[in-house]
């Protein structure tokens, strides 16, 4: 069974430039997740889709990020302009459901750097 | 609100040892506890979780944890460290009674020493 894909896995931009992030979940997963991870902190939920519907989204910084997952498989997270505190990995997540018990099986995540 | 607590940046460990991540949490509700292992480069890998039932929950690589609600606590444990086990280790918890994200820690580097 193949993992979670995400591309690319190294970014670097100059601040006030964009940038987009894409994801494909596991196979058949329609619970898919996107994560900030600050250096020595632990992953923060930006947002979360069941199927192609958000489910929450509370903590996305909605004046610079956006994300969709149009036909409920792929997803592509943007950010727009980016700053310097963007600078964080970017993790997206899959599901096989949306109980709350369900694990998440993780991409290897999107390095991005904002000189 | 719930939140979860790793008290330790880092545990170092001499190979061959018992080796202990420490993890308290606070829910309002029933919780559901979850370990994750990351290593370098890598994404988060699925350790274990506990749900309901026995205290004592096992996982890959010969992981435990142990739920102790009294304390509210969700300690890692392994009886016998390997020099792979170095990596940095999540403890995630989620509300079971309400409709809420997940919360993870700040994660701890754990070092087996050779």
């Known amino acids: 069974e193949a993992g979670v894909a995400q591309s690319p896995r190294y970014k670097i931009i100059e601040k006030r430039q964009s940038v987009a992030f894409w994801c494909n979940p596991i196979s058949g997963h329609a619970t898919l997740y996107w994560y900030q991870q600050i250096l020595g902190q632990g992953p923060k939920l930006l947002i979360q889709f069941q199927n192609n519907g958000v489910v929450d989204d509370s903590q996305l910084p909605k004046d610079r990020f956006s994300a969709e997952r149009l036909k409920g498989v792929d997803s592509t997270l943007k950010i727009q302009p980016a700053k310097l505190e963007d600078s964080a990995v970017y993790l997206c997540?899959?599901?096989?459901?949306?109980?709350?018990?369900?694990?998440?099986?993780f991409g290897p995540g999107t390095r991005l750097t904002v000189l | 609100a719930q939140s979860v607590a790793q008290p330790e940046d880092q545990v170092n460990v001499a190979e061959g040892n018992p080796l202990t991540v420490k993890c308290t949490y606070s829910v309002s509700g029933n919780p559901y506890l979850f370990w994750y292992v990351q290593y370098p480069n890598r994404g988060l890998q699925f350790l274990l979780k506990?749900?309901?039932?026995?205290?004592l929950v096992k996982g890959s690589y010969g992981f435990e944890a142990e739920f102790n609600k009294s304390q509210t606590s969700f300690h890692l444990k392994k009886p016998s460290a390997l020099v792979s086990d170095s990596a940095l280790y999540f403890c995630a918890v989620r509300d079971g009674n309400r409709d809420d994200k997940i919360i993870f820690g700040k994660g701890t580097r754990l070092h087996i020493l050779p």
């Open positions: 997540a899959s599901s096989g459901g949306q109980a709350l018990y369900n694990e998440q099986f």
């Open positions: 506990y749900i309901t039932g026995d205290n």
